[in-house]
C-alpha cells in the first residue's frame, strides 16, 4: 500500500502498527525513530522496523506515509524537525489522544505539498514500550480520522484504508468533537481511576497493605488504568483542558450530589442511579465494545443450565 | 461437616455457596428461603437446595448453619423472624458488605444460645441472582470474619474450616476496621464507578450513544461496576455511611488538587502522580489479587521474544 513508512516513537501504538503491517504487508519499508538507545536496541532486535534511527528528520526522509507514535506533548518540536524533510505529497498523521491541540501544533509548521491527517486508534493496554505491540491490538476498534476542512479526499481515503487495513473501522470527526466525546469516554475515567490509586499510595503503610490485600472487591480494576505511561497521560490532560475540566464538573456536581444522598439515607434516590446505571453497560455489551463475560473473563462464568 | 445448612435468599453468594457446598460435600442437607417465587422456582430448577421454603424461619429450623445473603437492610427484619427458630448452639452467619451495622442489626435480636459470626466473603461478579453462581467464586478469595469479644472460639474454628472447604482464605478482624478497609477497596470504587456512569446516563442521547461506541477506551471498565445489584450497594452506602464519606472527603479533596493541576497547566505533578500509582497495580498482581494480562486479559498479549 504503501512504499516506504515511518513510525516517530516506538511505544505500544508503534510497536502494534509495525506487527500489524507486517500482517497485512502494508509497507515495503519501515523506518522508525527512537529518542533512546534502549528502545532502537529493543526494535532492531524485534525486526520492528527495516530503518532505525535516532532522529525523526532522518525516519522520515522519502516515507509516503509518516505517523507520530510519542506523547502529544512532542509534537510541535517534531513538527518543525521533520518539516523540512517531508517528501512532496506525504501524508503526515498521528496516534494522539487529542486532536485539537494537535492540529495546532503541528498544522502551523508544514509546507504545503503535505497532507496533514491527525488521527487517532481508540485502543491500548496498560502496557507501554516498544515490547508491549501486538498485530491484533487495532481488531475491531475504531480509530478516528479528524482532516481539516481543505484536507485532500484522497489522502484522507488512503489513510482510512490503511487503518481498516490494520483492522481498524474509521469514523471520520472534527479534531474538537473528538475531544470532547474522548474526554468523556477516556480522560475522565483515567483521571478518577489515577486520583482514587493516587489517594491509597497516600495512605499509611499498614492501611494500604491492606488495600492490597482486599483490593478484589473493585478497586484493582481502577489500578489497570491508573497503570498507564505517565507521560502519554500528562500531556492528555495538559493539552485537553477545556473539555476534560468541564466533563470533570459534571462529574464533580453529580458526586456532591451522591454524597448528600448518603449522608441524609436518601436510599431510594441511590437505588434509582443504580438502576440506571446498569442499562449502559448493557449497551456497551451490545454494541460490540465489551465482553459479557463476568468480572472481564477473570473469573468462570456460571454454567448455563 | 454439617448436618444441615440454611441459606437466607439465594442470590450470586447463596447460589455460589450451594455449589461449593455440593463440590465439598460440606451439608448433608441445604434448605433456602427466598421471597420471591420465581427464584425459589429457580433454586429448585437449579437443584441449589434440597428444601425451599418462602420464609426464613422455616428454612432455619434444625439448621447448624445459618447464613444471611440477602441485602443488609433486610437483616434486622430478618433476625427478629429467625431468632425464635434457630436450634440450639446453631451457628449464624451472613455475607453483608459491611459489619458493624450487621453487628447492630441482628445481635440485640438473638437468643444467648446462638452463635452469631459475621462474616463476609469478598468475592462477586457484576451479575446477581440465582442463576449466576458458581462453585469457583470463593477460590483463592478471602472471607473475613469479624466475630464479636465473647465468641465460641470453637464455632469460629468451624465457620473459618467450612469458608476454606468453599476455597476461600479466612480473615479475622474487628468488625468497625472491615468496614473502613473495605469503604476504600470496594465502597468507594463502587461509588466513583456509579457516579461516572450516571453523568454519562445523563447526557444528551446523541452525546450517550457516542459515548458508547467508543466506550473501549476505559470507560467500559467503570460499567462493568456499576451494573452491580443496586439493592445491595444502596444498603451498603446507607449502612457503611461514616467510613464511606471519610474515604470519600479524601477522595474529592485530591480530585480538587488534580483539576488544579490541570487548570494551571502543573505537568510536572501530574507525572509524579501518574508514577506513583502504577507501583500500586504492580503491588497487587504480586500479592496475587489480579491477572498481569493486558486489559484483563481481554486483548492478546505480546509474544514474548
Known amino acids: 500500500m504503501f512504499e516506504k513508512v515511518a513510525l516517530i516513537g516506538v511505544g505500544l501504538i508503534g510497536s502494534s502498527l509495525s506487527h500489524a503491517m507486517r500482517r497485512a504487508n502494508l509497507a515495503r519499508t519501515i523506518a522508525a525513530s527512537a529518542r533512546t538507545e534502549a528502545t532502537r536496541a529493543a526494535v532492531r532486535r524485534l525486526g520492528l522496523a527495516d530503518e532505525v534511527y535516532e532522529h525523526a528528520a532522518d525516519a522520515v526522509k522519502g516515507?509516503?506515509?509518516?505517523?507520530?507514535?510519542?506523547?502529544?506533548?512532542?509534537?510541535?518540536?517534531?513538527?518543525?524537525?521533520?518539516?523540512?524533510?517531508?517528501?512532496?505529497?506525504?501524508?503526515?498523521?498521528?496516534?494522539?489522544?487529542?486532536?485539537?491541540?494537535?492540529?495546532?501544533?503541528?498544522?502551523?509548521?508544514?509546507?504545503?505539498?503535505?497532507?496533514?491527517?491527525?488521527?487517532?486508534?481508540?485502543?491500548?493496554?496498560?502496557?507501554?514500550?516498544?515490547?508491549?505491540?501486538?498485530?491484533?491490538?487495532?481488531?475491531?476498534?475504531?480509530?478516528?480520522?479528524?482532516?481539516l476542512p481543505d484536507a485532500d479526499e484522497a489522502a484522507v481515503a488512503k489513510l482510512?484504508?490503511?487503518?481498516?487495513?490494520?483492522?481498524?473501522?474509521?469514523?471520520?470527526?472534527?479534531?474538537?468533537?473528538?475531544?470532547?466525546?474522548?474526554?468523556?469516554?477516556?480522560?475522565?475515567?483515567?483521571?478518577?481511576?489515577?486520583?482514587?490509586v493516587g489517594t491509597v499510595a497516600d495512605l499509611e503503610e499498614e492501611k494500604k497493605s491492606e488495600v492490597i490485600k482486599f483490593s478484589a472487591s473493585g478497586f484493582r480494576d481502577f489500578t489497570r488504568i491508573a497503570a498507564s505511561d505517565p507521560t502519554m497521560w500528562r500531556d492528555i490532560f495538559i493539552n485537553n483542558k477545556e473539555a476534560v475540566l468541564e466533563i470533570l464538573g459534571r462529574f464533580t456536581e453529580d458526586l456532591a450530589a451522591m454524597q448528600r444522598h448518603i449522608r441524609w439515607g436518601e436510599g431510594d434516590k441511590l437505588f434509582d442511579k443504580f438502576t440506571r446505571t446498569r442499562a449502559v453497560r448493557r449497551s456497551i455489551i451490545d454494541a460490540g465494545q465489551e465482553s459479557p463475560e463476568p468480572n472481564f473473563g477473570r473469573t468462570p462464568a456460571p454454567k448455563k443450565d
Open 63 to 147: 516515507a509516503d506515509l509518516v505517523i507520530l507514535c510519542t506523547p502529544v506533548g512532542t509534537f510541535d518540536a517534531l513538527a518543525q524537525e521533520i518539516a523540512p524533510h517531508l517528501k512532496d505529497g506525504a501524508i503526515l498523521s498521528d496516534a494522539g489522544s487529542v486532536k485539537q491541540a494537535v492540529v495546532d501544533a503541528v498544522a502551523p509548521h508544514l509546507p504545503p505539498h503535505v497532507h496533514f491527517i491527525p488521527g487517532h486508534p481508540i485502543a491500548g493496554t496498560e502496557f507501554s514500550g516498544p515490547e508491549s505491540g501486538f498485530a491484533e491490538l487495532f481488531d475491531g476498534r475504531w480509530t478516528i480520522l479528524t482532516p
Open 160 to 196: 482510512k484504508a490503511f487503518w481498516e487495513a490494520c483492522g481498524a473501522h474509521v469514523e471520520i470527526m472534527e479534531p474538537k468533537h473528538h475531544d470532547l466525546v474522548l474526554a468523556i469516554t477516556s480522560h475522565l475515567p483515567h483521571l478518577i481511576a489515577y486520583n482514587i
